[in-house]
Antibody, heavy 119, light 111 residues
Framework: EVQLVQSGAEVKKPGESLKISCKGSGYSFTSYWIGWVRQMPGKGPEWMGI????????RYSPSFQGQVTISADKSISTAYLQWSSLKASDTAMYYCARLYAESQPFDYWGQGTLVTVSS | QSALTQPASVSGSPGQSITISCTGTSSDVGAYNYVSWYQQHPGKAPKLMIYDVSNRPSGVSNRFSGSKSGNTASLTISGLQAEDEADYYCSSYTSSSTPVVFGGGTKLTVL
């Protein structure tokens, strides 16, 4: 069974750093892309970027380029999304999801990680 | 403002059919047959319901169907059931610098 299990909810202050994770299982982790999707309260999802764990090829949406870093450790089948300096506007639910190719849909999703940034 | 336009809400009675539209442009919906639809229940992750305009993943009920005409894609749910009450989002591959865009979502209420 394909599963993506994300790390737990986080509460941070503006300016702090954060790294959340997404562990894949039940499939060949290096044969699929992993994407990160932001969903702000009451809004539609937003495509942030994707990574191919097989060779670490990473692509970002211009809206998120330079704001976050996507990485992966294929030895432990885990992808990451990190911030170096959080802002209040980063408060949102973040999902990881699997996709076969950039043009293909997200077929399996993690349960989401709620990030709250507040002073 | 989302790149793809969906109605904010639709409703229907059990057993009826409803259709949700998703309007894009000639750079996304109109250019590619890579339109997907996701169902999201409150507090849950989205679930893929339709991909490549009209294909259903394994395990998705055949009450769900998709189509496209020009720059507008549509999701039809037939034989509405209470469990279909959720938010629905469309997405499309696009030629813009962000490869995939989503709609703002449609809340389906089963009366």
């Amino acid at each position: 069974e394909v599963q993506l299990v994300q790390s737990g909810a986080e509460v941070k202050k503006p300016g702090e750093s954060l790294k959340i994770s997404c562990k894949g299982s039940g499939y060949s982790f290096t044969s699929y892309w992993i994407g990160w999707v932001r969903q702000m309260p009451g809004k539609g999802p937003e495509w942030m970027g994707i990574i191919y764990p097989g060779d670490s090829d990473t692509r970002y949406s211009p809206s998120f380029q330079g704001q976050v870093t996507i990485s992966a450790d294929k030895s432990i089948s885990t992808a990451y999304l990190q911030w170096s300096s959080l802002k209040a506007s980063d408060t949102a639910m973040y999902y990881c999801a699997r996709l076969y190719a950039e043009s293909q849909p997200f077929d399996y999703w993690g349960q989401g990680t709620l990030v709250t940034v507040s002073s | 403002q989302s790149a793809l336009t969906q109605p904010a809400s639709v409703s229907g009675s059990p057993g009826q059919s409803i259709t949700i539209s998703c309007t894009g442009t000639s750079s996304d919906v109109g250019a590619y047959n890579y339109v997907s639809w996701y169902q999201q229940h409150p507090g849950k992750a989205p679930k893929l319901m339709i991909y490549d305009v009209s294909n259903r993943p394994s395990g998705v009920s055949n009450r769900f169907s998709g189509s496209k005409s020009g720059n507008t894609a549509s999701l039809t749910i037939s034989g509405l059931q209470a469990e279909d009450e959720a938010d629905y989002y469309c997405s499309s591959y696009t030629s813009s610098s962000t490869p995939v865009v989503f709609g703002g979502g449609t809340k389906l209420t089963v009366l």
